[in-house]
């Protein structure tokens, strides 16, 4: 696997995390219009990208 491909799994499941068990909406809309994570959302997400990114590098091999 890939460091980008590392990337892209911890942060698909560290999405699906929040889309399941955050209380209320994670989203806000920005005024240009764009939606992006809460603050709490954004800070849990980030615990739970830390873990699950740990956790595909210490059971995988990267690739280059």
Same mark, same amino acid.
């Given at each position: 696997?890939?460091? +980008?491909?590392? *990337? #892209?799994? %911890?942060? @698909?499941? %560290?999405? &699906?995390?929040? *889309?399941c068990t955050f209380d209320g909406c994670p &989203?806000?809309?920005?005024?240009? #219009? &764009? %939606?992006?994570?809460?603050?709490? %959302?954004q800070d849990i997400f980030n615990e739970h990208? @830390? =873990? =699950? &990114?740990?956790?595909? +590098?210490?059971? #995988?091999? *990267?690739?280059?």
């Amino acid at each position: 696997m890939t460091h +980008e491909q590392m *990337l #892209g799994s %911890a942060a @698909d499941i %560290a999405a &699906y995390i929040i *889309l399941c068990t955050f209380d209320g909406c994670p &989203y806000e809309t920005q005024p240009n #219009g &764009y %939606a992006r994570y809460t603050e709490e %959302a954004q800070d849990i997400f980030n615990e739970h990208f @830390d =873990v =699950v &990114y740990n956790m595909i +590098e210490d059971n #995988g091999e *990267l690739t280059q």
